[in-house]
């Protein structure tokens, strides 16, 4: 049974900073790309951040660059998410996804296991 689980969700003030992590079983983690989006209330899911299954590329949203990184450990089927310079538009749940496409996908509809979410709430 294939298990995606997110922590590190939490409230934070304008300009703080969160690390989100979301640690994987019942995958051959290094076969999969890893990304992360998000959804806001009333609004799609969105993309935010991807990583090749090697880790050594990576997308991010035009709206998170410069701010956010993504990061993973194979060893610990772990992907990581740094969440820098928090704005109050971020507040959202996100989601970690898995994708077996061998590009760093960046469409929802390309990622098969989803994660249950964390919540972000960045306060003005």
């Known amino acids: 049974q294939v298990q995606l689980v997110e922590s590190g969700g939490g409230l934070v003030q304008a300009g703080g900073s969160l690390t989100l992590s979301c640690t994987a079983s019942?995958?051959?983690?290094?076969?999969?790309?890893m990304g992360w989006f998000r959804q806001a209330p009333g609004q799609d899911r969105k993309f935010v951040s991807a990583?090749?299954?090697?880790?050594?590329?990576?997308k991010y949203a035009d709206s998170v660059k410069g701010r956010f990184t993504i990061s993973r450990d194979n060893a610990q089927k772990t992907v990581y998410l740094q969440l820098n310079t928090l704005k109050p538009e971020d507040t959202a749940v996100y989601f970690c996804?898995?994708?077996?496409?061998?590009?760093?996908?960046?469409?929802?509809?390309?990622?098969?296991?989803w994660g249950q979410g964390t919540q972000v709430t960045v306060s003005s």
């Open positions: 990583i090749s299954r090697s880790g050594d590329a990576s």
């Open positions: 019942g995958i051959t983690f290094n076969w999969y790309t």
């Open positions: 996804a898995a994708s077996h496409d061998t590009v760093v996908a960046t469409t929802a509809s390309d990622y098969g296991y």
